[in-house]
């Protein structure tokens, strides 16, 4: 049988492949990586009855414009985004959380993400995509990753592992995208180093996502943080949702690509329910800190999971 | 011996070893973090992402899904760390270094802030038995120490925006080498090239582990691969 693949006509801005990341591999200096929405990612794969860790296309902000030139796929995509399908009987603009079939020759247009940053591309069975320490997720920085991490280029071939079979379509319907602008923290592992009216502040007053934010890292702008320590430490382990503070006291939220290791003391970290919802915050929008107990924030979590399970109960055929 | 355990995140915790660096230390977090290590593997212990040893620190990330800080903390605090034993010895590894100006680009500085020539810094770097303290950073980034005392140096004042892959450099106590083009602020003594990650090798990329000793050997331009 012929290779069945997508050709790329347009990039998009920060197209890679994804999957939850690696595990077991962060005392090597490799950092876990994956998707940055987890919740967008997983119902991508569960609509198209997928294995739960298979490859997606993250795109932010634009993503790419794909032809499919040989083959026949299903596809869905997840997360606030406008785009289009082009095929023989014509233009149909696309609803996210819903299956589609592509035909040889179809275009598929994904334009931008709407009041949010990342969305997801994935297919039915998946990329074909060679895996790194158990993961196919894409560190363009380490070279690591498919086609040598490198972000997905003009021109690319990207290969589609099996054709599609399925006849039917599925839908989730009524996703909300919610306006969310206060974000839970707990205290970090040098909390007592910030003197405590600037925690005052950091906890009141509100900070601009700058767009100094990527992968890696968001930088905030706002009241700077009072260290009455030290502003460096012993290099230690770091968590994604670390928010840590160099000496110029603006706040650094680490995310999913974080080095391994940082210098640098950490006032606190976002608490891992509010980190899908952080991330899709685009720059210049004003954010605001909240201190919570680990209870609330454990709470919280299970709710988490729970609403990711009631939208997959919620999955119906069209 | 651990100080305290404490939340760093809701998926997290930070076993502290207190606040000095160096060896005996860092091979009590070692130990813990091959025990616990080894424990995930067999799935004694569930929901494990990732355990990080550091100099004086370890970091465990956990699925809450599959686990919580207060089972976690449990386990560790059980544990007597006096009878965790190094089971593996580290690796003894001789890198080749090229000193040569272009590629030792803060060695003329150097001199003037240690009040030493070139061939002092070289033969002290070239003499010291060098211990793996961690990898971190970057991936295969070494941590290595401890430097002769009249070494020890600050960092530069203002870092480099890149910094040539292979650069052997130093800091404080420490040396470093950069696998990666990379920012850094690190003062550069030589250049090697040894590769620290590499993604062919599927089983092992990373060539040092923490616990390894390390020797620099001083080599021709013409001998660096």
């Not at chain 2, 799935?43 to 100099?55: A, C, D, Q």
């Not at chain 2, 080498?177 to 990373?206: A, E």
Request: charged content about 25%.
């Amino acid at each position: 049988m012929e290779q069945s693949y997508f050709e790329v006509l347009r990039p998009g801005i920060n197209s890679t492949f994804q999957d939850r990341g690696r595990f077991g591999v962060q005392y090597m200096g490799l950092a876990p990586g994956g998707a940055m929405d987890y919740q967008s990612f997983l119902l991508s794969n569960v609509l198209l009855n997928n294995q739960k860790n298979t490859g997606t296309i993250e795109f932010a902000y634009q993503g790419p414009l794909l032809k499919l030139i040989k083959g026949k796929t299903k596809i869905t995509i997840t997360g606030n985004v406008f785009f289009k399908i082009y095929s023989q009987k014509g233009e149909v603009i696309g609803e996210t959380y819903r299956t589609y079939d592509l035909n040889e020759g179809d275009q598929l247009d994904i334009l931008a993400t709407r009041s949010s940053v990342y969305g997801y591309l994935s297919i039915e069975g998946g990329f074909k995509l060679d895996k790194f320490c158990g993961s196919v997720s894409s560190q363009p920085r380490a070279f690591i990753g498919p086609n040598h991490g490198k972000k997905i280029e003009l021109k690319d071939k990207i290969l589609i592992l099996k054709n599609s079979s399925t006849k039917e379509n599925k839908i989730i319907r009524n996703i909300k995208f919610e306006e969310k602008k206060i974000f839970s923290v707990l205290p970090g592992p040098q909390f007592h180093y910030f003197s405590t009216a600037s925690k005052k502040e950091f906890f009141s007053t509100p900070y601009l996502i700058t767009k100094q934010t990527d992968r890696m890292g968001m930088r905030v702008l706002g009241k700077s943080l009072e260290n009455l320590v030290n502003s460096n430490i012993p290099s230690e382990g770091i968590i994604k949702g670390a928010i840590q503070v160099p000496g110029d006291g603006n706040p650094i939220i680490l995310l999913s690509d974080h080095p391994t290791t940082g210098g640098y003391p950490k006032v606190g970290s976002i608490i891992s329910s509010d980190y899908d919802d952080l991330i899709q915050q685009n720059s210049n929008k004003e954010i605001f800190f909240q201190l919570v107990t680990l209870e609330a924030a454990e709470q919280q979590f299970a709710l988490y999971i729970e609403k990711i399970k009631r939208k997959i109960a919620n999955i119906e055929k069209i | 011996m651990i100080k305290k355990i404490t939340n760093i995140s809701d998926q997290g915790i930070i076993c502290d070893f207190g606040e000095e660096v160096n060896k005996d230390i860092n091979k009590k977090v070692i130990n813990l973090f091959n025990y616990l290590k080894e424990k995930s593997n067999k799935n004694e212990i569930k929901g494990i992402y990732n355990i990080i040893p550091s100099y004086n620190k370890l970091v465990v990330h956990f699925d809450l899904e599959k686990n919580n800080s207060h089972k976690i903390k449990e386990i560790i605090s059980t544990i007597d760390l006096k009878k965790l034993t190094t089971t593996q010895s580290g690796k003894n590894w001789t890198i080749p270094v090229c000193y040569d100006d272009e590629f030792a680009l803060d060695l003329e500085n150097l001199t003037n802030s240690l009040k030493l020539s070139k061939e002092e810094i070289i033969k002290s770097h070239l003499e010291t038995e060098f211990y793996v303290y961690m990898i971190g950073f970057m991936p295969g980034h070494p941590y290595m120490g401890d430097l002769d005392k009249k070494l020890f140096t600050s960092r530069l004042q203002s870092p480099r925006v890149q910094v040539p892959i292979g650069s052997v450099a130093i800091a404080e106590k420490f040396c470093i080498v950069y696998p990666y083009l990379s920012p850094g602020g690190w003062n550069i003594i030589g250049r090697t090239s040894v590769k620290l990650f590499d993604t062919k090798n599927l089983t092992n990329p990373c060539l040092f582990s923490p616990g390894d000793t390390i020797k620099f050997k001083k080599v021709n331009k013409s001998e660096l691969k």
